[in-house]
């Protein structure tokens, strides 16, 4: 996803809730996705990746939706603890341009007790 | 464990000055990068190297220079011309630069001006 400024969007949820984090990307020809955890201070970590074939992918505790048509990504995070909190971030990569891969700003999490 | 190691963690930058990033891998991994992250952006590549002796210009390469002598290393110089270094660093690698698979990182370094 794109954002534009200093601040990052914030998303805000009670210990034990579902996240969900949003992403809009920006290349139709994209078919690889990737979502970035960072914690403060560190680099980031890989959560969980999906393929353009597909429209859904789970993990433990995540689970990530690809609607192509309008190029829309999310990652909803389930029982949301307080571990979780950090930055997420998108990532999208085709196999145009020499598989560069492009980075959204991010949304910050944070997770209230 | 297998990882990417930076270093320093914090390193500051005299006016003039170069000064030089450290990334090292033991992935066994051919393809390196280097990211700029500033607030509230995302990452912007400044160079990349798919083999060893081999290396490219990303998207803000002005003021930088980097060098792959040796498949796990990549280190990264800020000269003097970059006019606006303070940022955090990110090294990361992958496999082979030509498919589609996620980069793994180090945990960064954070360059500031004196």
Known sequence: ?113 | DGGITQSPKYLFRKEGQNVTLSCEQNLNHDAMYWYRQDPGQGLRLIYYSQIVNDFQKGDIAEGYSVSREKKESFPLTVTSAQKNPTAFYLCASRWDRNSNQPQHFGDGTRLSIL
């Open chain 1, 1 to 113: 996803g794109e954002s534009v400024g200093l601040h990052l969007p914030t998303l805000s949820v009670q210990e034990g809730d579902n996240s969900i984090i949003n992403c809009a990307y920006s290349n139709s020809a994209s078919d690889y996705f990737i979502w970035y955890k960072q914690e403060s201070g560190k680099g980031p970590q890989f959560i969980i990746d999906i393929r353009s074939n597909m429209d859904k992918r789970q993990g433990q505790r995540v689970t990530v939706l690809l609607n192509k048509t309008v190029k829309h990504l999310s990652l909803q995070i389930a029982a949301t603890q307080p571990g979780d909190s950090a930055v997420y971030f998108c990532a999208e990569t085709g196999n145009t341009g020499g598989f560069k891969t492009i980075f959204g700003a991010g949304t910050r999490l944070f997770v209230k007790a």
